[in-house]
């Protein structure tokens, strides 16, 4: 299965730059990239059947449900900084609105 380069992975993959070796959690991911939950579940998804992601469920005290959290491997933070850098040149170098002039 090949893995899907979109806009929204992308600022997934920046926002785990943000912090390369801490374990997140999908609603800090959510609520600072602004993706919904049914955006942004299917990503870490995919990231994580591809081994560009960790996956773990923190133990929580009782009466509170796990959280599962997410976090960069070592393929993953190589991938994620190719991408984003990628992204970052390719839209560093397109005039804004398609270069249409007044």
């Known amino acids: 299965m090949k ?7 992308t600022l997934v993959l920046a926002e785990f730059l943000q912090c390369e070796q801490e374990w997140r959690y999908g609603y800090d991911i959510s609520r600072n990239t ?3 939950s049914g955006t942004l579940y299917p990503i ?3 990231l994580a059947e591809h ?22 491997t070592n393929d993953g933070l190589r991938y994620a900084r190719e ?3 990628a992204a970052s040149v390719q839209s ?9 002039t007044a």
């Open 3 to 9: 893995l899907r380069k979109s806009p929204q992975t």
């Open 34 to 36: 602004g993706l919904k």
């Open 44 to 46: 870490l998804m995919r």
């Open 51 to 72: 081994h560009m992601l960790e996956t773990s469920w923190e133990a929580t005290e009782t009466g509170r449900p796990p959280r599962h959290m997410y976090k960069l």
């Open 83 to 85: 991408q984003v850098s």
């Open 92 to 100: 560093a170098g397109q005039p804004a609105f398609g270069g249409v």
